[in-house]
Antibody, heavy 126, light 109 residues
Framework: QLQLQESGPGLVKPSETLSVTCTVSGDSVSTTEYYWGWIRQPPGKGLEWIGNIYSSGSTYYNSSLKSRVSMSVDTSRNQFSLKLSSVTAADTAVYYC??????????????????WGQGTLVTVSS | QTVVTQEPSFSVSPGGTVTLTCGLSSGSVSTSYSPSWYQQTPGQAPRTLIYNTNTRSSGVPDRFSGSILGNKAALTITGAQADDESDYYCVLFMGSGILFGGGTKLTVL
């Protein structure tokens, strides 16, 4: 059974870089069948797609966050990670990692999020 | 900028039927947008309900069904139960990225 587990700092200061990691068990982040992704949810608000990464290292980011986001895969630890720079209070959210099954679609043209982590709350505050 | 639209809230009686919709601020939703639906209760991670417009995810009761109705994707709950009271989100693939709808808060009373 696939399991995803986020880990993060809990508290980040404004203007600093937020880093969150997702540890995968039950599958390999090196798989060529799926994408790995990040979604966030500010307190009391809806879900927002941050981006996805493929095993090849190809990345796909939300255009509204693109200038501040980077994602990477660590195959030795079976993890993938998110970094968000220059954070403000608006970046306070629960950060979820998820696996995306592209079904038969091409490069991020379709599919769905089939497994989710439980989420980790990251608060941006001085 | 395109926005995915959902009813902010909806109410259904126990045993009743409700249809939640997922539209676009500009244009029509079709199967090519690969619509999917997720259920979320407070404090929990989202749960996948429907993908590829109308395919139920493993373990999802058949009272949940997906479709295209007119120019929107739709999630229908037939025979609503108390534990269906949740937030429901749709997701569309836009070519330039993935968009979540704002969510619908469903009340069962």
């Amino acid at each position: 059974q696939l399991q995803l587990q986020e880990s993060g700092p809990g508290l980040v200061k404004p203007s600093e870089t937020l880093s969150v990691t997702c540890t995968v068990s039950g599958d390999s982040v090196s798989t060529t069948e799926y994408y790995w992704g990040w979604i966030r949810q500010p307190p009391g608000k809806g879900l927002e797609w941050i981006g996805n990464i493929y095993s090849s290292g190809s990345t796909y980011y939300n255009s509204s966050l693109k200038s501040r986001v980077s994602m990477s895969v660590d195959t030795s630890r079976n993890q993938f990670s998110l970094k968000l720079s220059s954070v403000t209070a608006a970046d306070t959210a629960v950060y979820y990692c998820a696996r995306l099954d592209p079904l038969w679609f091409g490069e991020l043209e379709g599919g769905y999020f089939d497994y989710w982590g439980q989420g980790t709350l990251v608060t941006v505050s001085s | 900028q395109t926005v995915v639209t959902q009813e902010p809230s909806f109410s259904v009686s126990p045993g009743g039927t409700v249809t939640l919709t997922c539209g676009l601020s500009s244009g029509s939703v079709s199967t090519s947008y690969s619509p999917s639906w997720y259920q979320q209760t407070p404090g929990q991670a989202p749960r996948t309900l429907i993908y590829n417009t109308n395919t139920r995810s493993s373990g999802v009761p058949d009272r949940f069904s997906g479709s295209i109705l007119g120019n929107k994707a739709a999630l229908t709950i037939t025979g609503a139960q108390a534990d269906d009271e949740s937030d429901y989100y749709c997701v569309l693939f836009m070519g330039s990225g993935i968009l979540f709808g704002g969510g619908t808060k469903l009340t069962v009373l």
